[in-house]
């Protein structure tokens, strides 16, 4: 299910203009670490 975080990531950076803060970026790998567990 990594390709989940990998899509949210770059939805945000579109979203986003400017890079995503590292704390972003640790909830979405922490997401992305739950959701490849199931």
Same mark, same amino acid.
């Given at each position: !299910?990594? *390709?989940?975080? &990998?899509?949210? *990531? *770059?939805?945000?950076? /579109?979203?986003?203009? @400017?890079?995503?803060? /590292? /704390? !972003?970026?640790?909830?979405? @790998? @922490?997401?992305? @670490?739950?959701?490849?567990? &199931?």
């Amino acid at each position: !299910m990594k *390709r989940l975080g &990998e899509q949210l *990531r *770059r939805q945000f950076s /579109d979203i986003a203009s @400017e890079p995503l803060p /590292d /704390d !972003m970026l640790t909830l979405l @790998e @922490e997401l992305s @670490e739950v959701s490849a567990a &199931e």
